[in-house]
């Protein structure tokens, strides 16, 4: 299962950046220690737009807080999920139907939000 999930994360990497960039394990934090997690980080993702972080991959499930446009977070997988509208920056050019990402962030002064983001609205940084 867990080859699964990166070979999935390194399809992302590929698709969304369409420069072949595949995700590395060793990612080092873009804004602060506080916003990404390494020892999970798959790859480092930015928000394209503010989205609402979800606790499974469909739009209609709870929403955990909201992802604040430009923030720079960890993604620490990529899976298929439930159907997402796309709008604004988060228009899908790379035909990616029901991709989600799995993200880790941390508020300034909260606790660390783990959830899932529609993938077309998150942009792959490329490597350090």
């Given at each position: 299962?867990?080859?699964?999930?990166?070979?999935?994360?390194?399809?992302?990497?590929?698709?969304?950046?369409?420069?072949?960039?595949?995700?590395?394990?060793?990612?080092?934090?873009?804004?602060?220690?506080?916003?990404?997690?390494?020892?999970?980080?798959?790859?480092?993702?930015?928000?394209?737009?503010?989205?609402?972080?979800?606790?499974?991959?469909?739009?209609?499930?709870?929403?955990?807080?909201?992802?604040?446009?430009?923030?720079?977070?960890?993604?620490?997988?990529?899976?298929?999920?439930?159907?997402?509208?796309?709008?604004?920056?988060?228009?899908?050019?790379?035909?990616?139907?029901?991709?989600?990402?799995?993200?880790?962030?941390?508020?300034?002064?909260?606790?660390?939000?783990?959830?899932?983001v529609p993938s077309t609205c998150l942009k792959v940084l490329p490597k350090a």
């Amino acid at each position: 299962m867990k080859k699964l999930l990166l070979a999935g994360a390194a399809a992302a990497a590929i698709t969304v950046t369409g420069l072949g960039v595949s995700p590395s394990a060793s990612a080092a934090p873009a804004s602060s220690p506080s916003d990404v997690t390494i020892a999970s980080c798959l790859y480092k993702v930015k928000a394209k737009e503010a989205i609402k972080i979800r606790t499974s991959k469909k739009k209609s499930a709870t929403a955990l807080g909201v992802l604040p446009k430009g923030k720079t977070v960890c993604s620490d997988k990529w899976e298929t999920g439930g159907k997402y509208n796309y709008h604004d920056g988060c228009n899908n050019k790379h035909d990616w139907k029901n991709a989600w990402d799995h993200i880790s962030y941390k508020p300034k002064g909260h606790r660390t939000i783990k959830g899932w983001v529609p993938s077309t609205c998150l942009k792959v940084l490329p490597k350090a």
